[in-house]
């Protein structure tokens, strides 16, 4: 079964710390693993994307990792802002017709001051 | 350029009721989406559309139905509300792309549905 699981289930911070936040995932056929960004009220937003060749890619303060070998993704957030407050959601893409993702559950990250 | 939009953002419904929710994409994309986002879980699929005229079972698909007759609109219907269909509902829509998954899904920002 094709399962995305993430942890911790949520996480508070002090403004200015550095996070990581874990994903693992048993998805087959895999495509890509992308984060997104789930503010209050909003619709998720795509932070970065890796294919199975990919092992990190940064987008500002957020650099996310890939291991294909123990399926395992990582994402960390330098120097947080208050503005980071959100969901993180790992999500992954099937090789297959219709582009279908599976999505893990979310971390639920409070930056406070 | 709005992106996708979801009407309405807010609806109470009672049991038994029916109700269509709305969902408009001006990024000329060929596929889209319905999802339903409940605590503690990730997104589920409901039912989504790889062009016009074309519509396919998700993940959960029961109690629900769509339309696309339009390539930029996908509709969903419930069609006897029941207390279990109270969640958020998300609609997506991403473009066919040359790779296989390798296009990102954009989504609206979802409508609060309470079924009492």
């Known amino acids: 079964k094709n399962q995305v699981e993430q942890s911790p289930q949520s996480l508070i911070i002090l403004e200015g710390k550095n996070c990581t936040l874990q994903?693992?995932?048993?998805?087959?056929?895999?495509?890509?693993l992308r984060w997104y960004k789930q503010d209050t009220g909003r619709g998720p937003v795509s932070l970065t994307i890796?294919?199975?060749?990919?092992n990190t890619k940064s987008n500002g303060r957020y650099t996310a990792t890939l291991d294909a070998d123990t399926k395992q993704s990582s994402l960390h957030i330098t120097a947080s802002q208050l503005s980071d407050s959100a969901s993180y959601i790992c999500?992954?893409?099937?090789?297959?017709?219709?582009?279908?993702?599976?999505f893990g559950a979310g971390t639920i990250l409070r930056v406070k001051s | 350029n709005a992106g996708v939009t979801q009407t309405p953002k807010f609806r109470v419904l009672k049991t038994g009721q029916s109700m269509t929710l709305l969902c408009a994409q001006d990024m000329n994309h060929e596929y889209m989406y319905w999802y339903r986002q409940d605590p503690g879980m990730g997104l589920r699929l409901i039912h989504y559309?790889?062009?016009?005229?074309?519509?396919a079972k998700g993940e959960v698909p029961d109690g629900y139905n769509v339309s696309r007759l339009k390539k930029q609109n996908f509709l969903l219907g419930l069609e006897s509300a029941a207390p279990s269909q109270t969640s958020v509902y998300f609609c997506?829509?991403?473009?066919?792309?040359?790779?296989?998954?390798?296009?990102?899904?954009?989504f609206g920002d979802g409508t609060r549905l309470s079924i009492l």
């Open positions: 997506a829509s991403s473009y066919r792309g040359a790779i296989l998954g390798d296009q990102p899904q954009h």
């Open positions: 559309s790889v062009g016009e005229g074309t519509t």
């Open positions: 890796m294919t199975f060749s990919e």
């Open positions: 999500v992954v893409s099937l090789m297959e017709y219709g582009n279908k993702l599976v």
């Open positions: 994903c693992n995932y048993t998805v087959s056929p895999f495509s890509n």
